[in-house]
């Protein structure tokens, strides 16, 4: 059945919700627009007329849909070549989603969508569904056919897996772009000491080359460890301008709600490091280099004003 201008509108007024939701249920901006233009194309095929609860209706198609996509995506993570980390969506991006409240916010956390991995897929879901878009447990219970016991149990199991992780600290831009600048100052000074002051003693350093970008496969562990290879990441050398295509620049920014620093070439995106902030310091380094994953970065870089550079000599 042919859809009407008015189906149309229906669907493109929900198209954000249900970006965001995909998004975080995925992990990955790309994923999340097939599986939005793949709930469009059911919601063409539905006889829509008879569909009482449209907003109802198309969430449910989503998420069996990126249900489905986290099962098989569980498979192609285990060959993935290295670490496994999420599509980073800088500040402003309508993919983010609601921002409204702390569980909003966390929910989208880069450092939150890295624990999530650990759900399993109706955990991430019911976890997703409650607690960035405050779903009731009734329609969560429809949506996921399980009933609504099951899905309060899911969800205390899902919060205490992703509270096992560190406590994030609320960052507003300010103080975001304070705390970038003050890495960036101890990473570019040629000594290790002021960093490690900036770390907390379990400190973690991760990156995401997908196979094409040189990123250590094992983590750094602790704050002697990730210092000394910040210290030597943040060296100028003729190696990594040719690795990266030229001569890169580094700006203070936010990624996922959190600082972060976005490394440009040429109008390019080609690493985002995403700083996970605690009380104690900073705990995690998160880097996202992949260029696979660096593309919808680079189309908001182009759209956005991002004020003057912190580095340039890199």
């Known amino acids: 059945m042919a859809l009407t201008m008015n189906d149309v509108d229906r669907f493109e007024a929900s198209r ?3 970006e965001a939701i995909a998004y975080r249920l995925l992990g990955s901006a790309s994923e999340a627009e097939d599986a939005v233009q793949e709930t469009f194309l059911r919601w063409q095929a539905a006889d829509v007329d008879r569909i009482e609860v449209p907003e109802a209706w198309l969430t449910k198609a989503l998420t069996n849909l990126c249900l489905n996509q986290l099962t098989s995506a569980r498979a192609r993570r285990e060959t993935y070549v290295g670490q496994w980390l999420p599509e980073p969506l800088l500040a402003g991006d309508s993919m983010l989603g609601p921002a409204d409240t702390a569980e909003q916010r966390e929910s989208v956390s880069y450092a939150v969508l890295t624990l999530m991995e650990r759900l399993s897929p109706n955990e991430r879901a ?5 607690e960035a878009f405050d779903y009731p447990h009734r329609e969560i219970a429809e949506i996921l056919d399980i009933t609504e016991a099951a ?3 899911i969800l205390h199991r899902a919060k205490k897996h992703v509270a096992d992780g560190k406590a994030r600290t609320e960052i507003d831009e300010v103080a975001a772009r304070r705390i970038v600048e003050e890495f960036l100052a101890a990473a570019t ?3 290790t000491e002021p960093l490690v002051r900036l770390l907390t003693e379990d400190a973690i350093s991760i990156g995401d080359g997908g196979g094409k970008v040189p990123a250590r496969a094992k983590a750094f562990e602790g704050a002697l460890a990730v210092a000394k290879f910040m210290r030597g990441l943040f060296k100028p050398s003729e190696a990594k301008r040719a690795l990266v295509g030229g001569s890169p ?7 996922n709600g959190a600082p972060a620093l976005v490394v440009v070439v040429d109008g390019r995106v080609v690493g985002v490091m995403c700083l996970e902030v605690t009380a104690e310091g900073i705990a995690a380094f998160r880097n996202q280099v992949n260029p696979d994953k660096l593309e919808r970065a680079t189309e908001r870089w182009a759209a956005a004003d991002h004020g003057e550079p912190l580095l340039t000599a890199f």
């Open 16 to 18: 954000p919700r249900l």
């Open 249 to 255: 620049v580094v700006y203070a920014t936010t990624a």
């Open 126 to 130: 019911v976890y997703v569904l409650r």
């Open 189 to 191: 000074s040629g000594r």
């Open 151 to 153: 899905s309060q149990q």
